[in-house]
């Protein structure tokens, strides 16, 4: 039984920084494999970033080389640091544990001049 709540959206110009944080209740065992995702509107949600146990990360192609997914097991922690941000990142990003079938409420993050 893990709650997950993000946080850090917000609006921001393209070109500049977000970081994305998601508390859990619970501990975030070091087995789970944790993922950010997003959905756009009128989009499907997708896979962002995904990171192992091992600490192996792996990236949607539309983001790699801007974001980073990171984890703090001793906060219970994951992060997601998104750099150079661009009008189409604009989407309501959510955590989880990767294949889990419930949602929390996700952050919003809107890119905008």
């Known amino acids: 039984q893990v709650q997950l709540v993000e946080s850090g959206g917000g609006l921001v110009q393209p070109g500049g920084s977000l970081r994305l944080s998601c508390a859990a209740s619970g501990s975030i065992s070091s087995t789970n494999v944790m993922a950010w995702y997003r959905q756009a509107p009128g989009r499907q949600r997708g896979l962002v970033a995904l990171?192992?146990?091992?600490?192996?990360?792996t990236y949607a192609d539309s983001v790699k080389g801007r974001f980073t997914i990171s984890r703090d097991n001793a906060k219970n922690t994951l992060y997601l640091q998104m750099n150079r941000l661009k009008p189409e990142d604009t989407a309501v990003y959510y955590c989880?544990?990767?294949?889990?079938?419930?949602w929390g409420q996700g952050t919003q993050v809107t890119v905008s001049s």
């Open positions: 990171i192992t146990p091992g600490g192996s990360t």
């Open positions: 989880n544990v990767y294949n889990r079938p419930s």
